[in-house]
């Protein structure tokens, strides 16, 4: 069954500060990843979209990775603000057969302090 | 304005009471599908649409029906509620379940079910 975790499942960093955020998933059949941003009480923002032929994505001061050799995809945000304060998903498409689904990941509560 | 929109946004009911929530995008996207969101549980999706006419189950079906008789509308249906189905409800959308399509999100559906 594919599982995909995020790893930290918190973190609180100054303003300014450059950080990774790790995703890892069990299953390489994973056909592509997305990342998104939720802030609290709304909805999904996308972010980033890593097809599977590709290993990086850029989007201004943000940079997603995916390796599925390893089974994993980081993003990186650059020079942090208060205002990328969110929880922020990863989430891998499981295609094909009987499932044509995302399947997401736990999450990181991203707190950027000014 | 390519949108993801959800009615209603909240929605406070008793155990019993049949209820729609809806769905409709304005982007003439292929896919439709429909996750609950829970704290320590992550989002999971319970019924998807490849097309019209077109829908399975996802991870957690029981307890919800939905229909997808016209491309842009695809509405979740709960016919006897029940507290367990306190929940954020959201809808997403993408141009086919394929490997190189973004899915875009609604603002989400907060249900409480007393």
């Known amino acids: 069954k594919q599982e995909v975790t995020q790893i930290p499942a918190a973190l609180s960093v100054p303003e300014g500060e450059n950080l990774v955020l790790n995703c890892s998933f069990t299953?390489?059949?994973?056909?592509?990843l997305q990342w998104f941003r939720q802030d609290p009480g709304k909805g999904l923002t996308s972010l980033l979209l890593?097809?599977?032929?590709?290993r990086e994505q850029t989007s201004g001061r943000l940079n997603a990775s995916l390796d599925k050799s390893s089974g994993r995809s980081t993003l990186y945000i650059a020079a942090s603000q208060p205002g990328d304060s969110a929880t922020y998903l990863c989430?891998?498409?499981?295609?094909?057969?009987?499932?044509?689904?995302?399947?997401f990941g736990t999450g990181t509560l991203l707190a950027v302090q000014p | 304005e390519a949108q993801v929109t959800q009615n209603p946004r909240y929605l406070i009911t008793v155990t019993g009471k049949k209820l729609t929530v809806t769905c409709s995008q304005n982007?003439?996207?292929?896919?439709m599908s429909w996750y609950r969101q829970d704290p320590g549980l992550g989002l999971r999706q319970i019924y998807y649409?490849?097309?019209?006419?077109?829908?399975d189950k996802g991870d957690v079906p029981e307890g919800y029906k939905v229909s997808r008789k016209e491309k842009r509308n695809f509405p979740l249906i709960l016919e006897s509620p029940s507290p367990n189905q306190t929940s954020l409800y959201f809808c997403?959308?993408?141009?086919?379940?394929?490997?190189?399509?973004?899915?875009?999100f609604g603002p989400g559906t907060r249900l409480t079910v007393t």
């Open positions: 890593i097809q599977s032929s590709q």
């Open positions: 649409s490849m097309n019209v006419e077109v829908t």
């Open positions: 997403a959308s993408s141009l086919s379940p394929g490997i190189s399509y973004e899915q875009y």
């Open positions: 299953d390489s059949a994973i056909y592509n």
């Open positions: 989430a891998g498409w499981n295609y094909g057969g009987a499932t044509n689904k995302l399947i």
């Open positions: 982007m003439n996207h292929e896919y």
